[in-house]
């Protein structure tokens, strides 16, 4: 079993900063790309940021020069550091992770159960 938990939401006032952070843990070989999503009320679920495992990154265009996707691939760990954060950026954050399973070597997608960010204006 594979598991994938966020951690690190909350409420923040407009301008201010949060980080974070989402941890797989299980019977994993490896992890390929790990990412961020969000979905705000009554809208779908969007790409925030992602990351490779050699740490190539992509940004959606709204959030472009004030987040900062990292990793730990020691610690199976993937950072979302949110700087100058917007109203418009309030949403259920969603960590996902593309494991390749310990000994079954099978590839799947694991979701994690989604932390708060709340921007108040």
């Known amino acids: 079993q594979v598991q994938v938990v966020e951690s690190g939401g909350g409420l923040v006032q407009a301008g201010g900063s949060l980080r974070l952070s989402c941890v797989a843990s299980?019977?994993?070989?490896?992890?390929?790309?790990m990412g961020w999503y969000r979905q705000a009320p009554g809208k779908q679920r969007e790409l925030v940021a992602r990351?490779?495992?050699?740490?190539?990154?992509n940004y959606a265009d709204s959030v472009k020069g004030r987040f900062t996707i990292s990793r730990d691939n020691a610690k199976n760990t993937v950072y979302l550091q949110m700087n100058s954060l917007k109203p418009e950026d309030t949403a259920v954050y969603y960590c996902?992770?593309?494991?390749?399973?310990?000994?079954?070597?099978?590839?799947?997608?694991?979701w994690g159960q989604g932390t708060q960010v709340t921007v108040s204006s």
């Open positions: 299980g019977s994993i070989s490896r992890i390929n790309t």
């Open positions: 996902n992770a593309d494991v390749v399973k310990r000994y079954a070597y099978t590839r799947d997608q694991y």
């Open positions: 990351i490779t495992s050699d740490e190539s990154t």
